[in-house]
């Protein structure tokens, strides 16, 4: 079971640019999560999907929007990149039942804006 | 708004010793409460959740509501504890699933 993988690990951008982070899932899970994880802070929830709809969405703005394929893989997308986004960026699965199904994180994508 | 507070950044014991990691929260439901941990160089890992009342690598937690804590505890640190560990509460009762709220996270070290 290869868990949640991430691509790329890093990435370096400058100012103004658009990126696209992908993710995808543990084997048997429907369910993708997204967390910005700044310097020295813990992870904060982005946005959610399930079904391929974005179900739920944290205090982020329209510049960060994402998008859910029919394998349940996910995509994250940043337009209009600022130096603020340099941060980790995690990728969460789990299953819509909940009570058995705590999040599984991949190991992120190491995002810097220039 | 949901809040998780971890009072220390850093937290530094002698292996054998007790250690216990502090974690308080701010919600005005009821909340669903996490430990979640990241050893060096390894992905960020569910350590064990209030619901489950269990003993995860001889940590305990318990939620005291009238404290709103969630503190993790451990009687006899090991050395193999060293790791970032974050508390994190989701807010349980609605479609939240997933919709964590994480603490800044505390360094513990275990000195030899």
């Known amino acids: 079971d290869a868990g949640v993988t991430q691509s790329p690990t890093h990435l370096i951008k400058t100012r103004g640019q658009q990126v696209t982070l992908r993710c995808s899932p543990k084997?048997?899970?429907?369910?993708v999560s997204w967390y910005q994880q700044a310097l020295g802070q813990g992870p904060q929830f982005i946005f959610q999907y399930y079904e391929e709809e974005e179900r739920q969405r944290g205090n982020f703005p329209d510049r960060f929007s994402g998008h859910q394929f029919p394998n349940y893989s996910s995509e994250l997308n940043v337009n209009a990149l600022l130096l603020g986004d340099s941060a980790l960026y995690l990728c969460?699965?789990?299953?819509?039942?909940?009570?058995?199904?705590?999040?599984?994180f991949g190991n992120g994508t190491r995002l810097t804006v220039t | 708004a949901q809040r998780v507070t971890q009072p220390e950044k850093l937290l530094s014991v002698f292996k054998g010793a007790p250690v216990e990691l502090k974690c308080n929260y701010s919600?005005?439901?009821?909340?669903?409460l996490f430990w979640y941990v990241q050893y060096s160089r390894q992905r960020l890992q569910l350590l064990l959740r209030?619901?489950s009342r269990e003993s995860i690598k001889g940590f305990t937690a318990d939620l005291n509501k009238g404290e709103t804590s969630f503190h993790l505890k451990k009687p006899f640190a090991q050395e193999e504890d060293s790791a970032m560990y974050y508390c994190a509460l989701d807010n349980a009762g609605g479609t939240s699933y997933g919709k964590l709220t994480f603490g800044q996270g505390t360094i513990l070290t275990v000195h030899p």
């Open positions: 084997s048997g899970h429907d369910t």
């Open positions: 969460a699965s789990s299953l819509m039942d909940r009570d058995n199904s705590p999040l599984h």
């Open positions: 209030h619901i």
């Open positions: 919600y005005s439901g009821s909340p669903e």
